[in-house]
């Protein structure tokens, strides 16, 4: 019987993250005697596949292999052990359970797997080289021959050079290889020929029975000294918005070979620019040059700039260049106090959070980090841990304020130490008026500064009047460093709460959450609450709060406000009897004619269904077993994450249905407005799930939200 799978998975905004090709240690490595698996859909090169262009020279990294399969690059010819087809070198990558194995410079390389019958009697030849009698060649490689665990079997591979695709053509035999070894280990020859003609390598695999795996990867045979380009064929410059519209990385790159590496510009995508071209790196020298995009509008983008090298294999690099223009979030006055999560157009530090764990200022949550995370590179451009908010329109008499809270803390932040000491911390907020090209400090707490931190378990207020920003639109930034260094047993637990930003209206009423049931029947009556958040000064009663359909902007219900206190916010309950099926999606809106900002009078959306007569809810598992935790089926605290769920017959009760709709519940303690999130659907006939292998995902169906 086939079982539904649901598949989830939740994409979230990449760091800027630039740098060379993936590479293994070639000199020594942590031994894991797991069996390896071939994994046939990582994914595509990372950097550049080689090619062949010059006579007597070669140079193969198998990222030419294609990626749906596992055959040899062109130019390969291989045979398999006598008596078993399967029995065979290959292309690709191996990994161990669902973890790949990356190669010396990206992901594939050829290999041939453990053979439990029978020992191995494979043959790979490589293309043909043109070589000149009395020259002398380097050849050179990497090897990985993993070891059996419990088992003294060893990996054994014959080296043998020939003039032929064939067995009977390699006559120099270079080297019997014999070893275990868990990491990417180096080979080099010399040879010379006696007569000038066409040459190729042949690798036999005569590993016994019983045996784990051998990979090849990065093979080279050259006469004299040349230059070696290593970098990657790919990067994200991250995200900008349509007010900054401006991005920049670095992208680093390496010389590989013997020779001095040339590397100059030839062309760019027009909102692409390029300066620290062209450059010489010496032998195993690393460098790096700034792209720089400039883009208006918001969405996704991608542009190419081509580099020409003085790598015989590489005379042309083109780097696909990737970025996300997000729609800029201008607001009035703002109060976050970071119980809805997010929040909205807000550029939060790798390594930090909303998080509810240890409370914020009289409320649930705050904004958590440790300084541990202040020198990852990818809080190089905060120059710390810290964040960025949103655009805000400043007003006449702007003002920025924060409750923060710091304590030192031991591994990771776990426990309390106490408070932390004023010459251990600097505290610095800063403006900009130039959407981002111009920070300005307007606030520092550091020692022997003007003003210092007073050591608390508190939270503790700053204020800070900008009066030079009046009438001006700003993002503001905060960051925290821990002066002495910072490591991973005595980090500063920094913790915000409650930032105001800009002139306090008069009257603000804001819409934040709206919560109900979201399975609903026709002409049965319904409770919804809206929260209502107060960010004026003064209490507000006299205020309406409506259920709307975003379908149609119809008004479904209405109530009466209750008084929110200044800075407070109050449950407003909205009654509403359905009397269509179909899908809806909810608001609540807060209704004051004295209300200076309509632009926060909606509610985040409220998804709900109300379902056709005679269909029914199957509610999977019970409120005692649902998972309390933020890791399944969605990782919040991953950049991305994927999930299968499978949900079998017997636990939906059924042999077959139409499925009209799906509810995922959180456990979460306060609603959570996370990045999206894609739904997939499918079925399988497999019931033993012991491997830990997915469901193949090109089975799923996607579903709308």
Known sequence: MKQTYIKMMALAALPLCIGGALATNAIGGKSNAERLVSMEKVKGARTPARVITIDGFLYEDFESAPDDGTQLPEGWVMTATPGYETDHWSAGTLGRGDTPLNGVSGYKYAFIMGNENAAHDSWMFSPAVTMTAGTEYTIEFFALMPPVSGSDVMEKLEVFIGDAQNPGAMTRNLEVIENDNDYWRYYGYTFVPETSGTYCMGFHSISPAGSNSTAIDDLKISSGEIAVFSGNSEVSLGSTDTRAGVLKGNYTFGNGGHAPLEVSLKECSPELTVEGLPVTLDEYQDGSFTITLTAAEAGDYSGYVKIATNDPTLPEVKIDVFATVKEARVS??????????????????????????????????????????????????????????????????????????????????????????????????????????????????????????????????????????????????????????????????????????????????????????????????????????????????????????????????????????????????????????????????????????????????????????????????????????????????????????????????????????????????SEFFSEPVSFYIGETDRADFGDERFVDADSFTALSI
Request: hydrophobic residues 35%; aromatic residues 10%; negative net charge.
């Open 332 to 669: 009035g006055y703002c109060l976050e106090d970071f119980e809805l999560g997010g929040p909205e157009g807000w550029d939060l530090c790798y390594g930090s959070g909303n998080v509810s764990a240890y409370g914020g200022f009289e409320s649930s949550r705050a904004w958590y980090c440790t300084t541990f995370y202040q020198t990852d590179d990818r809080n190089e451009q905060l120059g710390g841990v810290g964040f960025t908010t949103h655009y805000v329109e400043m007003g006449a008499d702007p003002k920025i304020s924060f409750m923060y809270q710091l304590v030192n803390t031991d591994m990771m932040g776990s426990s309390v130490n106490g408070p932390t000491a004023a010459d251990e911390v600097k505290v610095t907020a800063l403006v900009t008026d130039d959407n981002g090209l111009t920070w300005t400090p307007v606030f520092t707490l550091e020692p022997g500064g003007e003003q210092e931190l007073t050591p608390s378990l508190d939270y503790q207020e700053a204020v800070v009047p900008v009066p030079q920003y009046a009438g001006k639109t700003c993002r503001v930034r905060l960051v925290f460093n821990q002066v002495k260094g910072s490591f991973i047993f005595n980090p500063i637990r920094t913790m915000v709460d409650n930032v105001s930003i800009g002139t306090r209206p008069t009257v603000d009423l804001k819409a934040t959450t709206l919560t109900g049931p979201t399975s609903l029947e026709k002409g049965k009556e319904y409770t919804f609450l809206a929260t209502i958040q107060n960010n004026s000064a003064d209490p507000v009663a006299d205020y309406k709060v409506r259920l709307v359909n975003t379908a149609d902007n119809s008004v479904i219900a209405t109530a009466d406000g209750t008084e929110v206190a200044a800075a407070g916010s109050e449950s407003v309950p909205l009654a509403w009897t359905p009397d269509a099926d179909g899908a809806f999606h909810l608001v609540a809106q807060v209704v004051s004619d004295d209300d200076t900002t309509p632009d926060n009078d909606l509610s985040f959306p409220l998804h709900a269904i109300v379902l056709p007569e005679g269909n029914s809810v199957l509610e999977i598992g019970t409120e005692g077993e649902r998972k309390a935790g933020m890791y399944y089926p969605v990782n919040f605290y991953a950049v991305d994450t994927e999930s299968q769920s499978v949900y079998y017959a017997n636990e939906l009760g059924i042999n077959s249905c139409v499925i009209n709709s799906m509810v995922f519940r959180s456990s979460l303690e």
